[in-house]
């Protein structure tokens, strides 16, 4: 938040355990790369609380360890309205997150509330679409759209704000 240092972004689908975690992963993944992980941090949560406490989806947790991302460490968490007093980018996987945030919303948050596609203007979707009902191409799926987004995003966050 300003005056701090630390950027902080919080990635939201519906229950945290299948697109959400999958962001949180790829961008940590990102972060340690480029050595970025002492001026930007990043954590995920759900709107709704049904998985709370649990790691992710097996199919989504298998598709990202292909890919050499470890989500195996992380826990499922509902959004909370502390979380906007937290974190400079709130990003929705689709607009029914955005909308159920939105209404959480408090008047005094200055941060970016959005849409995570939004920084990933190649793609052709806007939503990070719901995998959970269906097979593995559809993690194979969210994956493309969040490696190109994390990218987009870490560009706009060193625009900025500068950090080396
Ligand atoms: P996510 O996927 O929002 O990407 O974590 C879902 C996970 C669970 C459910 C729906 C979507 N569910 O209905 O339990």
């Known amino acids: 938040m300003?005056?701090?240092?630390?950027?902080?972004?919080?990635?939201?689908?519906l229950g945290n355990i299948c697109r959400s975690p999958t962001a949180h992963g790829v961008f940590q993944a990102m972060l340690e790369r480029e050595g970025l992980t002492g001026s930007i941090e990043v954590d995920s949560?759900?709107?709704?609380?049904w998985h709370a406490g649990e790691a992710p989806?097996?199919?989504?947790?298998?598709?990202?360890?292909?890919?050499?991302?470890?989500?195996?460490?992380?826990?499922?968490?509902?959004?909370?309205?502390?979380?906007?007093?937290r974190f400079d980018y709130i990003l929705a996987m689709d607009r029914s997150n955005l909308a159920e945030l939105i209404s959480l919303c408090p008047a005094n948050f200055h941060g970016h509330l959005g849409l995570f596609l939004d920084f990933a203007p190649d793609a052709r979707e806007k939503e990070?679409?719901?995998?959970?009902?269906g097979g593995e191409e559809g993690f194979s799926h969210v994956l493309d759209l969040?490696?190109?987004a994390s990218a987009g995003l870490l560009r706009e966050i060193g625009d900025a704000r500068p950090m080396r």
Do not use: I, M, N, W
């Open 2 to 13: 300003q005056g701090d240092p630390k950027t902080r972004v919080l990635f939201v689908c």
């Open 146 to 148: 969040v490696e190109q």
């Open 57 to 85: 989806d097996q199919r989504a947790t298998a598709e990202a360890a292909a890919r050499g991302y470890d989500l195996s460490p992380l826990r499922a968490r509902q959004v909370r309205v502390a979380d906007f007093g």
């Open 128 to 133: 990070v679409p719901d995998p959970y009902y």
């Open 45 to 49: 949560c759900g709107t709704g609380g």
